[in-house]
């Protein structure tokens, strides 16, 4: 009976999510009653926390297929597995898991439902967060000499590489299997290496011109509207932070374009004129977001301080950032909304992108320009600094504990980023004891 339950569940809880399956569908749907039900299960929170669970594999499933995919990585010896071989097989079994149809479905549906139930997405999260990699990292760290903060994190940081940051989730345009291996690829290099070149893995390199802060420039709207309207620019302002506002409180679906008009202190027609529609609303307050979060510059002003020391200041500034209450909002409703209408949020989290960029370019365009990083590895270097200095999905349900802990997690993002996890060789990083 339990596996019935869990079985019919899962079924409604993909389809209609949490938050719209109650208990008495679940057992409509199992045969069985309400006093069966509360046998096993004391709520649909529970059994919704089995259910996520139960679709992930264990550590050691895990590790099995992993050993079972395909390796057209080449091998540094013939008859040995290297930590390239593993760390390769490792990001394609992590990107299949990760958009696994099934299992993407329901780690959206865990976040909506977390709007009502805080601490649900975040059982869901951690259930999904430990893997193979982990205890693959903790056990052969000395082997290999790798360094790194715990496993815990670095397998994180690994599977947020092999997978590009949240771009995919969010409803992106999946790449063709060349660009998953290439993908895969970069992910196994820059995790076990570093994007810095032979000559700067050192904590005393310092940027040999400094940054051009005019390379630096505001991203365009992310939608075109109407500029000869009644309204001054000053109040659609005002509008879209209160359209953004019951969005995030709301939802999507349950906003209409009536609630804002009211609450905006506006006509429905006149707000239907300027926008069109509700999802033209949507995408416009959700780029107003991304541009009070990510639309002003920052200011690096002694460039003469080591790359490591600017580049740590650039990622703790960027983490300040992610962590604001309006951006981590945003990006749920983004993972939430990229189950029903892909097109849209993809089109927010490409101007997402667009900005990271913009906001990068002068500190990136330096470091390339002098050939810092290594050229093969430069064309999307500034989106990977992103994806380790913000840790991607985590911080959506563990934030930082601490001023201290923060800190610590920017400092391992740019070391990670600069030198991979083998860093004996960079001057005054001391090896691990043998």
Request: net charge neutral.
């Amino acid at each position: 009976m339990r596996s019935r339950l869990i079985a019919a569940s899962e079924k409604l809880f993909l389809n209609k999510g949490l938050i719209g399956t109650s208990v008495d569908a679940i057992v409509s749907a199992a045969k069985t009653s309400k006093r069966e039900f509360y046998k096993y299960f004391s709520s649909r929170e529970e059994i919704f926390v089995e259910v996520a669970r139960k679709s992930l594999l264990a550590p050691y499933e895990q590790m099995e297929n992993v050993n079972q995919i395909k390796d057209d990585f080449p091998r540094e010896k013939e008859d040995e597995e290297s930590p390239q071989d593993f760390l390769f097989r490792s990001a394609k079994f992590m990107y299949d898991k990760h958009l696994d149809t099934q299992n993407l479905g329901l780690f959206r549906a865990a976040i909506e439902a977390s709007l009502l139930h805080p601490g649900l997405s975040q059982a869901v999260y951690e259930a999904r967060s430990h893997s193979f990699l982990e205890s693959y990292l903790q056990e052969r760290k000395q082997e290999f000499g790798f360094t790194y903060d715990n496993a815990h994190l670095a397998a994180i940081r690994f599977g947020h590489l092999a997978i590009d940051g949240l771009q995919f989730m969010v409803g992106g345009s999946l790449p063709t299997p060349e660009q998953r291996r290439q993908l895969a690829r970069d992910a196994t290099e820059i995790f076990l290496n570093g994007h810095a070149a032979p000559r700067f893995r050192t904590l005393e390199a310092t940027l040999p011109h400094p940054v051009d802060h005019s390379q630096w420039h505001e991203t365009s709207p992310i939608i075109d509207l109407p500029t000869d309207t009644r309204l001054p620019p000053s109040a659609w302002e005002g509008v879209l932070k209160l359209a953004w506002d019951a969005f995030g409180k709301l939802g999507y679906d349950k906003t209409s374009l009536a609630t804002v008009a009211q609450q905006a202190n506006v006509s429905r027609n006149t707000l239907y004129r300027q926008y069109g529609s509700k999802e033209n609303l949507f995408i416009a307050s959700a780029g107003m977001v991304i541009e009070e979060t990510f639309g002003h510059p920052i200011a690096i002003e002694n460039t003469k301080k080591p790359i490591k020391n600017i580049m740590m200041d650039t990622a703790r500034n960027l983490l300040v950032r992610f962590l604001s209450p309006l951006n981590l909002q945003l990006h749920r409703h983004l993972l939430i909304e990229a189950g029903r209408n892909p097109v849209m949020t993809s089109r927010i989290y490409s101007h997402l992108i667009d900005c990271i960029n913009n906001l990068l370019n002068p500190l990136f365009d330096n470091i390339i320009t002098n050939e810092i990083i290594k050229k093969d590895l430069s064309q999307k270097a500034s989106w990977r600094f992103f994806i380790l200095a913000t840790l991607g999905t985590r911080f959506l349900f563990t934030p930082p504990k601490s001023l201290e802990e923060h800190h610590a997690l920017s400092e391992e993002a740019v070391d990670l980023f600069l030198y991979g996890s083998r860093r004996d060789d960079v001057m005054g990083v001391h090896p691990i004891p043998k």
